[in-house]
Structure formats: C-alpha cells, structure tokens
C-alpha cells in the first residue's frame, strides 16, 4: 500500500513555484497534463522539464520527490509559427470552399465576415501583429523602412559586415558635396547604409576639428564609433539609424547658428558624445513601460529615468575602453566637467521633464550670456532635446518613414502592455482610433513647434532652418487628416 501515497514535487513555473500531488495511479499522460494545465499551456505546446542542477528529466511517476528551495523547473516551448501557418492555409482552403458554396449569396453579411476573415489572414502573416494570440518576435531583432535584413543574417554577423565595410569606406575621403550636405537639415539618411553613415559620423568629428583639438587617434575614433553602432538594437525607432540622425541635427545646428565661435570646444564634444550616447542599448520599451513592468531598469534606477540612466551608463563603459577612450587626452577637471554635461544632456531627453526645462530656458532667454556657464548648459540640453525630435524639422519624404517607424515602436508596446495585463501608455494602442497625422499634429503643436521658437528666439537664423519646416510638415498633417479615408 505504501507505493500509493501520494508524492509531492515542487516546480518552478516562470516566476512561481507550484506543488505537484500524484500518486502510483497517475499516468504519465496525467502528470503531463497537470504540468500544462499549471503552465496554462496549450495541448500542441512542448513541455521540457529541469532538475535544480539544470539536466533535462523524463516526465513521469517516478519523478524523485524534492523540496521547494531545489525545484524543478518547467520549460514550455510554443508550438512553432510554421504550425500556425499550415492551420492558416487549411484555414484559407476551407472559407475558400465556402465562399463557392455561398457565392449565389451578396448579402452584406456574407461581404463583412469575409473582410474580416481577410483582415485576420493579413494579421497572421504579418508576425508584427501576432501579439493577440500571444505571439512576439523578439523586437531586437527587427529593423524598418528600406534597409531589412534580407540576408537573414544574426546580429553578431551584421556587426562584422558593417565593421569591415567600415574600415573600408573610412579610407576613401568624403567628397566636398557630401560634407555640405551633412551639415543641412534636409540631409536624407535613408539613402545610406549603416558603414557610409560611421564614415560620416567619422567626417562630423574631422570637420568640427575634434580629433585635433583633443588629440583623438584615429583608430581610437573608429573604435569608438563602431561600439556606439554596436550598442544600439534593431528595434524600429530607437536604434542607430536614430542616434545618427539626431547627430547629425546637432551637427547642422552648431554649422547654423556657428555654435563653436561662442562656446569652448569641450562642449561641443560634449554635444556630439551626448547625441550618439543619448538612446544606447533602448530596448524599445519607455519608461512607463519600465516601470509598470518593474524592469530591471526600473529596480536599479528606483523609477528615475530608468532609461536615460542606463543610457550614461553605457556612454561612459564605452568611453571606458582604453580602445575606444577619445578623451585620453583630458586632464582631470575637464573629464569632470564633460562628464557633468553628457549626464545632464542624456537625462534632459527623458520627457518627463520637458515642461520644467523649457520654463527654465524661457527665463534664461530674458538675460542670456554666452559666458555663463548654467546659461550654456541649458542651451546644451535645449539644443539636445530639438536634435532628438527633429524628424518634422526634415522633408517630408525622410520624416515620414520615421513617423510610420515610431508608430510601430509605440504599438508594439501597446501589445506588450496588453498581453500582459499593464496599463496601455497612452498613443501606444493600435485599436484606439489614432492615426500618425493625429499624433504629429498634436507632437508639433504643443512640443516641437514652441522649442524650436524658443531657440529661435535667441538665434533668429532657425526661424528658416527649423520653423519654417516645422510648419510645413504641420500642414501636411494637417491635410492628411482631412482626407476621408487616409491610411495613416
């Protein structure tokens, strides 16, 4: 009788540990269904189990009895979206079928549940959206716009590709064309590919006389360079295609309002290192995703601009690397001072701050004076923050695709939140009616538009550099919105 007591075992179910009874009476069929039911997963799924030394156990009765500090601990592996796509085509084949046998019918009930059977076939083949049925491919891996992975290469080989291309086209000389149009806002960005955008990363720090002026190796450069590429992810938006855009708006600025005939070459450096520093390692999630979520980000930085703290975090490992330290050549008050003004600068983006910032600099314009240096800082970070959001500041054929970018960063987040049961950040909701030309109408008013004249009041120039674009880009939203039926 004593082989049908009852066993208990412990299993550690993602961050939950469950107490599993069954007795010699048990099929292994049973426990295994007892083990799904505590994963809440489905019959098709996989179920691998662990022991609390980390080797992979058979399923059943003769399961070694433990103790909840040494549980197993359960692995379900999702059936494979291929599954899925055979069960779509059976899927397609049966309402094909179906739609022979009801084609005598037009009524207008027939014509609706088709468009909808239409529209679930186009989310299913679109594994961006799969997120209603619990499904998500890993964001980091995911790029946008006209430069997709299409030789399905892994991160690691994309970085050697880029790397060695890299090395390449950095010792062809940029020609004088390409220099002048770097230094303009209209600069269009998708018409290079990641190693010509390091190369010109490379001439912005030539031209501006950095490498001179702090006596920057040019291995070390290109080192650098290449580990902020590095760090940032295939995400939509806050990848490096981004970090470089913003650069090189702080670039066009400084060329605009001659920026490095009223401020000392050290806060320069600290402009350019902030602009590429500013997004490093975004993960594409905001800081109300990190919070709720209770990210790690989050625990470490106690829900202070998680985000932008882990972002100086990782400028300054880099900076760090004796391979790639362009500031070996500071002594010790300046390093103190430039590290001051990055922190600053990067923690500035977060847009929970915004309104306190802009309120500060509005005073400051009233008594401006190039050698105060709380006045320069503030104009740092004000110039930082128009870099960061300056997309509408661009034609409208190069913002747009960052707009559509952005929209589908947000609502990636949006799906996240709602398979997990988090508050929904508000314009992240792909089901809440909100369309791009919404969203930048409302961005432009109330947040470019007033920074940018700002700035404008104290550099008249920008009035035609960055307003007079800005309120192009707001009519052509503003026009899409009219249109009855506009796919934003």
Known sequence: MSNLHAKLVYVRIDNRIECIEFDANTSTEDLKETLRS????????????????????????????????????????????????????????RIENLEIQLNSLSSQRVEDLYSKVKNLCSK????????????????????????????????????????EKFKSYSMVRVDDETRQFLRSPNFDNWKF???????????????????????????????????????????????????FVVTQMMYSLIWSIKLFDLVEPLEILALIVSALSHDLDHDGFNNTFQINAKTHLAMIYSDKSPLEMYHCAVAFHILNKPESNILSGLDKESFKIFREYVIQIILATDMASHNQIMIDFQKTLEEFDFKNREHIKKLMIILMKLSDISNECRPIDVSNVWADCLMTEF???????????????????????????????????????????????????????LIEPIKKSLEYYRNLEKEPQAQN
Do not use: C, W
């Open 38 to 93: 505590a994963a809440e997963a489905n019959h098709t799924d996989i179920l691998k189990l662990y022991n609390h030394k980390g080797n992979l156990v058979a399923i059943n009765t003769s399961l070694p009895v433990n103790i909840s500090s040494e549980p197993y601990r359960l692995q379900v592996i999702v059936k494979n979206i291929v599954d899925y796509n055979n069960e779509l085509k059976d899927l397609i084949d």
């Open 124 to 163: 299913l083949e679109n594994i961006d959206h799969l997120s209603f049925i619990g499904l998500f491919k890993d964001t980091r891996l995911y790029t946008l716009g006209n430069f997709k992975n299409t030789k399905n290469e892994t991160k690691n080989e994309k970085i050697e590709n880029v790397y």
């Open 193 to 243: 590919e990641d190693a010509e955008l390091l190369v010109l990363l490379q001439q912005i720090f030539i031209d501006l006389e950095l490498i001179t002026k702090f006596s920057i190796k040019m291995e070390t450069l290109q080192s650098y360079l290449f580990d902020i590429y590095s760090n940032y992810n295939d995400v939509p938006y806050h990848n490096f295609r981004h970090a």
């Open 411 to 465: 609502f990636n987040q949006g799906d996240h939140e709602k398979l997990n049961g988090l508050p929904v950040t508000p314009m992240m909701d792909r089901d809440s009616g909100i369309t791009k030309s919404k969203s930048q109408i409302g961005f432009i008013n109330f947040v470019l538009l007033p920074l940018a004249q700002s700035l404008a009041k104290l550099f008249p120039v920008l009035k035609h550099v």
